[in-house]
């Protein structure tokens, strides 16, 4: 591989498709790509080194968490439509 190829490697297990350069010593995720030593370039909805975290364009409100692009989902331990009911975990 060069910095200019990138292999693609889908993970069938997790739905993930992932590209792979020689100048990243780790993985871009959610189909970034490496464009310079360690340095991946992320799609629309993600951010982060490796593009692992996921952007939403308004903030998710108490107990919740982004969880992919424009997607909010409760915290462990809570539930409900807004998030507001606490689980019993014993």
């Known amino acids: 591989l060069t910095n200019e190829t990138v ?3 889908a993970d069938r297990n997790n739905h993930n498709v992932r590209g792979m350069s020689a100048s990243c ?3 871009c995720e959610n189909m970034g790509y490496c464009i310079g030593p360690d340095l991946c370039k992320c799609p629309d909805g993600w951010e982060g080194a490796d593009c692992t975290r996921p952007v939403c364009s308004s903030p998710c409100g108490v107990n919740k968490l982004c969880v ?3 997607t909010c ?3 462990p331990g809570y539930s409900g439509t807004n998030c507001d009911q ?3 975990v014993q």
């Open 7 to 9: 292999l693609f490697i």
């Open 25 to 27: 010593s780790f993985v």
């Open 68 to 70: 992919a692009p424009d």
């Open 73 to 75: 989902a409760c915290k």
């Open 86 to 88: 606490p689980l019993c």
